[in-house]
């Protein structure tokens, strides 16, 4: 087996397409800001791009004009106001941008029934509400036992979903802990998987705790190594997040001139995520995860 | 007014009050996560506080700013999947209660957190549901907090994101849906309650200082209220110095 | 908050009633004969049992005239032989056993729905197969988006289910790895929930590694500590299979009344699971797991 | 006959050739556990093993007797609950080659695992479908391991547990399968195929010294074979070095 080990760039190049369904999942935790900004960089048009919570990376993704249309269930920037890039698109049509909103279960809904293969997912839901007037993909089913009428969701099933893990070995098998939102979902009803990690290990680290596997690698058609990938996102045991910039978005999102500044500079100006880091050389002491760890278990017989 | 105490603290104070010691709460960020941590510094020190995110019985040792804080991870019970969260919790029927809030509240509970305007073209464009739809229909109780004015208020909203008691002239019962909805509205003037019968939020208690005209004035619709208005004690030296001092020093959510 | 530690005749008096219908999951990992032996020899009558593959302890509990239905996916003793008390029971009758019959698929399904409070599933499954004839409790739902006819089967909802976990707290924070089956589904589809235990832990303990709890406190009624509690079944980490006894049990079982004297000397005979291994005092030189310990992982922020 | 190999070495030998290297095989106990385990020691050395337990690239250091067993999952790559090996790898099409056994096999591949005579009152009851039935809507394709004799392959079923090439009249596209089912079925004697136009399984290979009328004596339908039957080489000397030496040294499936 050959290694699928490749740079950001290169994994972008090969498998982030113009006009494809690309999601960067990661609930709060492990959004792959690396990637996101990297998309950026080689200037895709026309992207669907679907998360739960688009955060400040598909707000600078509007920004950038990368995004056709946004699917999601919660657009904001937590504790913080608002994504002032996503907003105007919505309020004023600066860029022009399609939406299709769910609830949160609705869209996990949505990725685990093209986790499963399956062509729709059932809950108990949306009975009263809006939101299956301003979303008609949002319909119901009958049970065939009880008579009730219960709401459905339709598969999601993107060309391409990004997962940032703590680690992985050189084939993809990735291993998560702390929060796992709705990953492994998105990552099985992708058509393409890229794995991002903060450190490359030895599939012996891998095989010695396989309950902690989220990814299987035989999904997984590139591994990227990029350590502090998610910033300012988080990473439990490696660095916190950086509630700092967070605060600083609602700012910059704000003012169109501020944010194509920051993306300039950030982004644009940037090879990449090592020159990122590199220009903020203080990130380090800040963020760094204090040690915590657990105990291991016993896998023998 | 001068006071010794912020409408905020109330208001906090006020929802610690209704959590019972033991129960299962669906918490979100800001006020609602300030008073299940005060509550179970207090009378409710086994609540399990369960959120969004996939932590459960969380035990934050910082205040977390956002729903998914590493904080909320460290030393929890247990980590599960959103799918896990939102079916094997929530739609299990786990979660006796949930926290909600709104830009706009109408006088059934229903919340609007989606637009102001029109959908198509919004004058203000809202977060949206996150989860809040879900925790609508299925907690077993919801609490509502927001401050009152009559804009948060009104007689009609834009858009209905979260169902309350009443949604287009049908019941919960009649929608099929299992929580019994919002049970309360936590203001910074007073406490609402929905009327059994009617599915109305009803004023039932005043806060000390403020006046039944206080309240009506802020509502859109012509308000009801019990005809014995219920007191509600003021924030206690504890719990000021709890929400102060531990749980919110740097005043984040605290005005 | 109280312990919900009690003894296993206390856990099973309380719990599992006449009529109920009762699962002991675990996928060949972490079945749970102790409950299976308690619920014997406090002679329940009328019971349903439910799980994927029976093994020998629904075997067991089926000669000894606890079980008046058996809803199931697989019954065979895998690599050895049969289920003969299940197969006179379903070829002669003796004694009359009515049978509800699944793909393991399909008693997956079943308890996820339970799991997720929905009245069913739906599967991509059984076309073309005689399974819903024979089960008519296997039906059909139309895709409302692609109009596709899947299949579906009707959630399960134990009233009583045991789950065999290597730890947990007096709170029943039960933590597990190893194989996982369909444990964490049947105690969220069940109404009260039985755990045991390998070795009771601190709540501290739990809280090291939240990722590795399988079941919350909050859905468990009770929590059994009984060491060994899965013989022959295996606990990862703990002891292995007694393969040797899975293939004596062809023989046993094969013969009713080598099978009554089996229960009269190992069930009946024996006051508890504590009496029932003092009886093989060999067991843990033959079966003990040899050490093979993972690393810990940092939760640190 | 006296042979330097029995019909079980030469069936797990057959089964290890259809292997390609890098293929993710859903393994049964016996001589499918064998068989992968053969090929991933000679020419499929990244074969990933899943067990329908939940154990993802397995690697037993010793001979599972369960498909449940402790070694499948010290040293694996990923265990997950069933629910995902049905649903995000089985349903989800990753399977790329699933094997089958079975009390009976009809022409079209059809298997009965649950009854032999009648459902209600069966003459003996067979453990039922396991995973089987899923396995055969799913995987890409499936390959059936079974011994040739009349009873084995009768002209009809007593119970239809999994799909073959054509049920009841209806082809596996018609009825809305996904995988391409059983393309082959390994015996004792010879290989049988199926034939893309009639569904049915062909006789298309013959092992060392049997004759065609061996086969036929053994099958209870009319059976058809292609005009040139291929051959099959017996066992190479490391096949059997491996089989007898390190897969299954204490001959619990190879008799």
């Known amino acids: 087996m050959h290694s699928k080990v490749v740079s950001m760039q290169e994994a972008v190049a090969a498998h982030v397409r113009d006009g494809d369904t690309v999601v960067i999942e990661g609930f709060t935790h492990l959004i792959c800001f690396a990637a996101g900004h990297e998309i950026i960089r080689q200037r895709r048009r026309d992207l669907t791009i679907a998360r739960l919570t688009p955060d400040l990376i598909y707000d600078q993704m509007i920004a950038a004009g990368c995004a056709r249309k946004l699917v999601f269930s919660w657009a904001g920037n937590p504790g913080a106001g608002s994504l002032h890039a996503f907003r105007r698109a919505v309020e004023k049509g600066t860029p022009k941008l399609e939406i299709e909103e769910y609830s949160h279960f609705g869209m996990v809904a949505r990725m685990s029934a093209g986790a499963a293969g399956l062509p729709f997912w059932t809950m108990r839901n949306y009975m009263g509400t809006d939101l299956p007037v301003a979303n008609p993909r949002i319909r119901t089913v009958t049970c065939p036992y009880t008579g009730e009428v219960l709401a459905t969701v339709p598969a999601l099933n993107p060309d391409v979903t990004v997962i940032h893990a703590q680690r992985a070995d050189q084939y993809g098998n990735a291993q998560v802990w702390g929060l796992l939102g709705v990953q492994k979902e998105a990552a099985f009803a992708s058509k393409r998987v890229i794995v991002v990690v903060e450190e490359l290990v030895d599939e012996s680290v891998i095989r010695a705790d396989p309950n902690r596997t989220l990814i299987p690698g035989m999904i997984v058609d590139a591994v990227v190594v990029e350590p502090w990938g998610c910033h300012p996102s988080y990473a439990q045991g490696y660095y916190d997040r950086d509630n700092d910039f967070y605060v600083a978005w609602e700012d910059i999102s704000r003012d169109p001139a501020k944010l194509q500044e920051y993306l300039e500079q950030w982004v644009y100006g940037v090879k990449d995520r090592a020159e990122y880091l590199a220009r903020q050389p203080d990130l380090k002491a800040r963020l760094t995860a204090k040690d915590q760890y657990c105990e291991g278990v016993n896998y023998g017989f | ?255």
């Open chain 2, 1 to 255: 007014m001068a006071s010794e105490y912020t409408p905020s603290e109330m208001m906090a104070a006020v929802a610690a009050r209704e959590l019972g010691n033991g129960e299962v709460v669906f918490v979100g960020i800001g006020l609602p996560n300030l008073a299940c941590n005060l509550a179970r510094a207090l009378q409710a020190p086994d609540l399990v506080l369960i959120y969004e995110s996939g932590a459960v019985g969380a035990v934050p040792e910082r205040l977390p700013v956002s729903i998914g804080d590493p904080s909320l991870v460290t030393g929890s019970l247990m980590i599960c999947s959103m799918a896990d969260v939102f079916q094997l919790f929530l739609q299990n029927g786990k979660i006796e209660v949930g926290f909600l809030g709104g830009a706009q509240v109408d006088r059934y509970g229903n919340i609007n957190t989606t637009v102001i305007g029109g959908y198509e073209k919004p004058k203000v464009r809202l977060p949206g549901s996150g989860g809040a739809a879900e925790i609508a229909v299925h907690a077993q109780r919801v609490l509502i907090i927001s401050r009152l004015n009559p804009r948060a208020f009104p007689a009609e909203l834009d858009f209905l994101t979260s169902p309350g008691q009443r949604c287009k002239g049908k019941t919960r019962q009649e929608l099929g849906m299992p929580g019994a909805g919002p049970v309360k509205v936590i203001t910074d003037k007073g406490i609402l309650e929905s009327d059994p019968e009617s599915g109305e939020m009803v004023l039932t208690a005043l806060y000390p200082g403020v006046t039944l005209e206080d309240v009506k004035a802020n509502v859109g619709w012509p308000l009801q209220s019990r005809a014995e208005l219920g007191a509600v004690a003021p924030p206690t030296g504890e719990e000021l110095r709890l929400l102060r001092e531990v749980l919110d020093p740097r005043k984040l959510f605290l005005g």
